[in-house]
């Protein structure tokens, strides 16, 4: 048994999908197939129930989750300390990020990371708020970067970056030439969201409360996980979206989609971390970085 066995067997039972793990990982879904296969060949235990494009736990799987994330968690804090025994040049960062941040606001300041501390590896993987915060909170992340809400006491909260939420659709829908929008308009079309968990998905619907509204009321055609999914689904027919304007950003310059006249919230970003967790010289380099650094996003 690997870490890296451990790491994709925990990934999968989080997310119950072998394709959405394997993108989280960066691996294939073969790969990925492959490692849980063996981990249950070798050992003789049935950890998930196959059911057709979904995997869930077995009552083993579940028993086993529990000390497989505890096993990875002890893992990084020994290369945390080794890396800081062999003078911080070397080592692990285990990262986990929501997809708008991961994809489109945090590869400036990896980059910058890798050019200062070329011998430490960072290790980036993709999910949406819910699960970045549940990653830190029991420690397979060192940080955890999102733009939801977060309620977590064991967790510090550190403002990194802000992001603005937009209303798009395709140059040919009605809402183009509509004007400004009311909230009453938003009930008037069919909406493509990001799953509930992530923080596009609840800031979006902290707005719709705010505003006296209910976002249960929205006519939501389809949910999908992946801001790329969405771009393509609205462009593939009479749909609208709210999204950040990073991810809509090539769209709205290519003329494939327009912003709708209608305002919606700045979000933050926001840094977590364990309020108990020994912070590395690897670790503090990057966290001070993110702090100290101008938005590289909208730069250039």
């Known amino acids: 048994m690997t870490?890296?066995?451990l790491r994709i067997f925990i990934?999968?039972?989080?997310?119950?999908?072998l394709t959405r793990a394997s993108e989280a990982l960066h691996l294939t879904p073969s790969a990925v197939s492959s490692a849980i296969r063996t981990l249950e060949d070798r050992y003789g235990a049935l950890l998930f129930n196959r059911i057709g494009r979904r995997i869930e736990l077995t009552g083993d799987g579940h028993l086993f989750l529990d000390e497989a994330?505890?096993?990875?968690?002890r893992a990084h804090s020994a290369e945390r300390m080794l890396s800081e025994l062999g003078g911080?040049?070397?080592g692990m960062l285990a990262i986990h990020a929501s997809q708008t941040i991961a994809s489109y606001w945090l590869p400036p300041y990896l980059a910058q990371f890798h050019a200062t501390y070329p011998m430490i590896d960072v290790r980036l993987t993709l999910g949406n708020t819910e699960s970045v915060t549940q990653a830190t909170q029991q420690g397979l992340a060192d940080i955890g970067l999102v733009e939801g809400a977060v309620q977590?006491?064991?967790l510090s909260l550190r403002k990194v970056?802000?992001?603005?939420?937009?209303?798009?659709?395709?140059?040919?829908?009605?809402w183009r030439s509509a004007g400004k929008l009311t909230w009453d308009s938003l009930y008037q079309s069919q909406w493509i969201?990001?799953?509930?968990?992530?923080g596009t998905r609840s800031v979006f619907e902290d707005a719709i409360r705010a505003a006296g509204y209910n976002p249960a009321r929205l006519d939501i055609a389809l949910e999908l996980p992946s801001n790329e999914a969405i771009c393509s689904a609205v462009l593939s027919g009479n749909y609208v979206t709210a999204i950040s304007e990073l991810v809509a950003a090539p769209h709205l310059a290519a003329g494939t989609l327009v912003k709708a006249d209608f305002s919606l919230p700045q979000r933050q970003f926001l840094m977590l971390s364990l309020n108990d967790r020994y912070q590395t010289k690897a670790l503090k380099s990057f966290t001070d970085m993110l702090m100290r650094e101008p938005d590289?996003?909208?730069?250039g």
């Open 88 to 90: 911080g040049k070397r």
């Open 296 to 299: 590289m996003s909208r730069t």
């Open 69 to 73: 994330r505890a096993t990875v968690s």
């Open 11 to 17: 990934e999968v039972a989080e997310r119950e999908h």
């Open 3 to 5: 870490l890296e066995q």
């Open 193 to 198: 969201l990001r799953e509930h968990g992530s």
């Open 161 to 174: 970056g802000m992001d603005q939420l937009i209303v798009v659709t395709r140059p040919d829908h009605a």
């Open 152 to 154: 977590a006491p064991a």
